[in-house]
């Protein structure tokens, strides 16, 4: 169809009936409010597609792992993201020396674009009403971030008609609710980063281990479950992928001394005892909830110092843990002081016993059992990856305020979390 | 079941009317001929109506003309009524806006939710059409070349079907559904026999023809996929998935799955099928679909992977630098260029690659389906938006017809859900539209 050229100057008398094209004219037709670009509402064009479909430089072009800046000149396909994430070698390979208290600052960078990224992606996901039960990952190649259960529409739709035809329809819609509150949290969370989420995080993306999948089990709510900030594990669910993602956490606490960059983590938990007095104080939050994705490395924060540490921060935990939600078969088993100690006892040992009551309790859809135990676990690692300024010598707070540290005077208790700046 | 057209009768595509009011008046009035009414004129037809001034002669002129246009560059033929019935010459005054691509309706298209399509090897004479729907159906059409689509039978599973696919040599149809099983249709007969079993619904399934073996595949829920010998109850292979399997493609000698919380895994099918390579996700959120393509040598290179997030990622096996190569693009989303507004995503639902141009089509949650060409990095077309989803797609062995399916995806939830609303099938001439762009 010839285009109406005066349409295009604004003055045809015809209107709708005119008989030539008018661009744009048809593009209102759904009803929607639908501002179709330029390019999208011709489809006809050819020549018009070339240079068309110039998308907005969205969250993704923003955030470089994606490549787009590179690719925002180029006009076709929009902001076509091209290969591999650039990030992939600032692999957080801190160097041999443990008690780095501060990331490189090109690491720093990093870390402050992917959380940007992740903040600008929540957003978009909220208004974009895009399908909301979906797995995200803040960059390519890196792993999922937790507390996104992944459901496709046709398993929804499935079970939709399942409890049509047994008449129970309400529990699915509560269902339903239930999923969609959670994704509401698990967003906000995402959005107001806080530094226990941050933290959660950036361990999360760092550790690569992957969370737990989602079992269909409407109604496991995750943020019942306290939050483990030394577990890879998404509390809602439990699955067999989250028990072989959980024994290769644990194989991989059993090295703690081995493994010096698991000590480098060590920023990255900054906040988690910061969220330890909030279990003495308060209920759990959801936000308390996050850091439960941290990786299974703050296991190995078995320091011998923190030993006694962590059994008297574990004293104050068993009252929150009787106010949460979590009403678990499985916590009273944990909640005495004796396997606590035995937990807290220094050297690798005691992971094995816990790891192996946790492969233990832990079955498909005994959410609240394994989190409880995951919470009780974390906890005392939680404490025991800081030291309390108290807990310090002079001579050691002195080497950690200092820029760098001294040989021979190198502390050998992971730093107080106010040390840190994240 | 549908039965076949009476011999000889050729079957109207059923012209579809808004208003029988309207109807009648496309049937009262000649059309005018483009020159008999100057275009300027207001001409207020008093017709015995009553509603608003139509402008009937003006409005019949212009589809006249849309018809013979179209008639012109159809491979299809012409035929009077294209199957879009009245009501689309009528935008202004309706709001029917189910096809407004004026493409060929599918007639008696299935009641619930088009899931899956697929058209016949070209092992098989003239081109037939199988859909499977949340209707828990399986229905064949025979679609002739001048574009009218013959109801030819159908099968019933006892849950939706999700998947289905042709045998290499067009007798069989293979279906997957909800109900755990997945059935072997043999088309000579219309019996249909379960080939299949699972723990949890079979959401792909494919025929495999390798030199030295033949098999099904079928990718479930239960996060394993099997490989049947359609004369055995028991499969001969079964490989562990990470998760549960969301979507599939073969073209052998490779196969890809992808599966929930952003799993991919290619498969090499030579001698007997095994894993090739666990893939980390070039997207961001859910994968909804994925579509394998052929370089020049036709032979399977690389696929393109839909997400729910409105991207499309292209990906390429062993490419000599993957950082190009591989890129993504986004698609089916609101508005294009205007970055201040939030825009709206919509899910891909479907890709599917012509198989003569090595193009590219996508159809999403949007209502809209959109052509690429991914050599050249550029979009080829988008349609107009439909007013249901686009939940299915697919190309003709030749790649001159172009099928595509709007019905409700379930991408809003349950409270979106229509069971009353109709739902089609479009079939587009997809020749020439679908032409490469020469990259210069």
């Not at chain 1, 490549?67 to 994430?85: A, H, V, Y």
């Not at chain 2, 039965?3 to 050729?10: I, L």
């Not at chain 2, 059409?141 to 042709?166: F, N, R």
């Not at chain 2, 393509?293 to 000599?320: C, M, W």
Request: charged residues 20%; hydrophobic residues 30%.
């Amino acid at each position: 169809m010839t285009i109406c050229q005066f349409f295009l100057q604004g003055r045809c008398r015809f209107g709708e009936r005119c008989w030539n094209e008018h661009p744009g004219a048809w593009g209102a037709g759904g009803g929607r409010q639908q501002h179709p670009s330029g390019s999208n509402r011709r489809g006809w064009n050819a020549t018009s597609q070339r240079y068309s479909s110039v998308i907005q430089p969205s969250s993704f072009s923003k955030s470089t792992p994606w490549g787009g800046s590179r690719e925002q000149e180029k006009p076709s396909f929009g902001s076509f993201d091209s290969g591999d994430s650039t990030n992939r070698n600032r692999g957080f390979g801190l160097s041999q020396n443990p008690f780095a208290t501060s990331p490189t600052s090109d690491e720093q960078k990093d870390e402050k674009k992917l959380l940007e990224g992740i903040v600008k992606d929540m957003e978009v996901w909220e208004s974009s009403g895009q399908w909301m039960f979906s797995a995200y990952s803040p960059m390519k190649k890196k792993p999922s971030i937790s507390g996104f259960t992944d459901i496709s529409p046709e398993e929804l739709r499935l079970e939709y008609h399942n409890f049509l035809t047994s008449n129970n329809l309400q529990s699915y819609l509560n269902s339903i609710q239930q999923l969609k509150n959670q994704w509401r949290n698990r967003v906000n969370e995402l959005k107001t980063l806080n530094t226990s989420t941050k933290i959660a995080l950036l361990s999360d993306i760092k550790d690569g281990i992957n969370q737990a999948t989602p079992t269909f089990g409407f109604g496991s709510r995750q943020t019942a479950t306290f939050g483990s900030p030394g577990f890879p594990v998404n509390n809602s669910m439990g699955d067999n992928a989250q028990n072989s993602s959980f024994t290769t956490s644990s194989g991989f606490a059993t090295a703690p001394t081995g493994s010096p960059s698991v000590f480098g983590n060590s920023p990255a938990f900054g906040a988690v005892p910061s969220t330890s007095p909030a279990i003495t104080t308060s209920t759990p939050a959801p936000g308390f909830g996050k850091p439960e994705i941290t990786s299974a490395a703050s296991f190995s924060f078995k320091t011998p110092a923190a030993s006694g540490f962590g059994s008297a921060g574990f004293s104050g935990f068993p009252a929150p843990m009787a106010a949460g939600p979590v009403g678990a078969p499985g916590a009273p088993a944990f909640g005495n002081s004796s396997s606590v100690a035995g937990f807290g006892s220094p050297g690798s040992h005691s992971h094995t016993p816990f790891s192996k009551s946790f492969s233990d309790t832990h079955d498909g859809h005994s959410s609240t059992s394994t989190s409880v135990s995951v919470s009780n676990g974390s906890t005392t690692t939680g404490n025991e990856l800081f030291t309390p300024k108290h807990q310090l010598t002079a001579e050691e707070l002195r080497q950690f305020q200092s820029k760098k540290f001294t040989l021979g005077k190198i502390p050998l208790k992971p730093p107080p979390v106010e040390l840190l700046n994240i | 079941m549908h039965g076949p057209a009476g011999p000889g009768a050729p079957l109207r595509p059923r012209k579809k009317r808004s208003s029988p009011i309207q109807g009648e008046a496309l049937a009262t009035y000649a059309p005018a001929g483009p020159s008999t009414s100057p275009a300027g004129t207001r001409v207020r037809l008093r017709s015995s109506l009553g509603s608003e001034p139509l402008e009937l002669k003006l409005k019949l002129a212009f589809a006249e003309r849309q018809i013979l246009k179209r008639a012109k560059m159809s491979l299809f033929g012409t035929t009077s009524g294209f199957g879009t019935g009245g009501t689309s010459m009528f935008g202004s005054t309706t709001t029917d806006n189910h096809n407004p691509m004026k493409d060929i309706e599918v007639t008696s298209s299935p009641d619930d939710s088009i899931g899956c399509l697929s058209f016949s090897p070209p092992t098989l004479p003239g081109n037939f059409l199988i859909a499977g729907s949340w209707a828990n159906d399986v229905r064949c059409w025979e679609v002739q070349d001048s574009g009218q689509t013959i109801p030819k039978a159908q099968q019933m599973h006892t849950g939706p079907v999700l998947d289905v696919c042709w045998s290499d040599d067009g007798s069989k149809v293979f279906t997957a559904s909800c109900d755990k099983t997945a059935k072997m249709w043999d088309l000579n007969s219309n019996q249909a026999i379960q080939i299949a079993q699972h723990d949890a619904p079979v959401k792909t399934i494919h025929w495999i023809k390798a030199p030295n073996y033949s098999c099904v595949m079928t990718g479930s829920w239960d996060k394993t996929l099997k490989f049947w010998d359609t004369r055995s109850s028991n499969p001969m292979m079964v490989l562990q998935l990470p998760e549960r399997c969301y979507c599939a493609d073969m073209i052998y000698p490779m196969a890809v799955v992808a599966t929930a919380e952003r799993g991919l895994i290619v498969y090499q099918l030579e001698n007997q099928p095994s894993e090739f390579r666990r893939i980390e996700s070039p997207l961001k959120h859910q994968h909804r679909c994925v579509a394998i393509f052929k370089d020049k040598q036709n032979k399977p290179t690389g696929f393109a992977l839909g997400s729910i997030e409105g991207r499309v990622a292209i990906h390429y096996i062993n490419p000599p630098n993957p950082a190009k190569d591989n890129f993504t693009f986004k698609c089916h989303r609101s508005n294009g260029t205007n970055t201040s507004a939030p825009q709206d995503i919509y899910a891909v639902n479907g890709i599917a690659f012509h198989p003569v141009h090595g193009t590219l089509a996508t159809v999403g949650s949007d209502g809209r389906f959109s052509f690429w060409d991914k050599d050249a990095r550029t979009k080829l077309k988008t349609s107009e938006q439909l007013d249901q989803p686009i939940s299915a797609c697919c190309f003709n062995h030749n790649g001159n017809i172009f099928a595509y399916a709007s019905s409700y995806d379930w991408s809003k939830g349950h409270e979106f859900y229509n069971p009353q609303k109709k739902n089609y099938i479009f079939l587009r001439n997809a020749a020439e539209e679908l032409k490469p762009r020469n990259k210069k």
